[in-house]
């Protein structure tokens, strides 16, 4: 089992940036392929960003290629995503979600297949 918690959500303007991080406690992070998704109001939960347990392979979703970059500190048991050329919309609760994986390698994308979730972190990107 793990515990993920968010931070570093927050107001920013539109053209800056923000760092967003994920605590993971109880067992280690790098058994887990860890993922971003996020949820603007009154719409469905979207993903972001997903990366593997090795921190090794990575993928995007659309809406973010080229301004946002997810990475991973196993040793601190930590997962990042920073938010680049941020657009008003961006504005959502940002969620961070672990899945258990056997390869090292696997990323994965579809929010169904995580086990575990974070509780959210807000991020409103003003004009």
């Known amino acids: 089992q793990v515990q993920l918690v968010e931070s570093g959500g927050g107001l920013a303007q539109a053209g800056g940036s923000l760092r967003l991080s994920c605590a993971a406690s109880?067992?280690?992070?790098?058994?887990?392929?860890m993922g971003w998704f996020r949820q603007a109001p009154g719409k469905e939960r979207e993903f972001v960003a997903c990366?593997?347990?090795?921190?090794?392979?990575?993928k995007y979703g659309d809406s973010v290629k080229g301004r946002f970059t997810i990475s991973r500190d196993n040793a601190k048991n930590t997962l990042y995503l920073q938010k680049n050329s941020l657009q008003v919309e961006d504005t959502a609760d940002y969620y961070c979600?672990?899945?258990?994986?056997?390869?090292?390698?696997?990323?994965?994308?579809?929010?169904?297949?995580?086990?575990?979730w974070g509780q959210g972190t807000q991020v409103t990107v003003s004009s």
């Open positions: 979600a672990a899945a258990r994986t056997a390869v090292t390698q696997v990323i994965v994308e579809a929010e169904s297949s995580y086990d575990y």
């Open positions: 109880g067992r280690t992070s790098s058994s887990y392929a």
């Open positions: 990366i593997s347990r090795s921190g090794g392979t990575t």
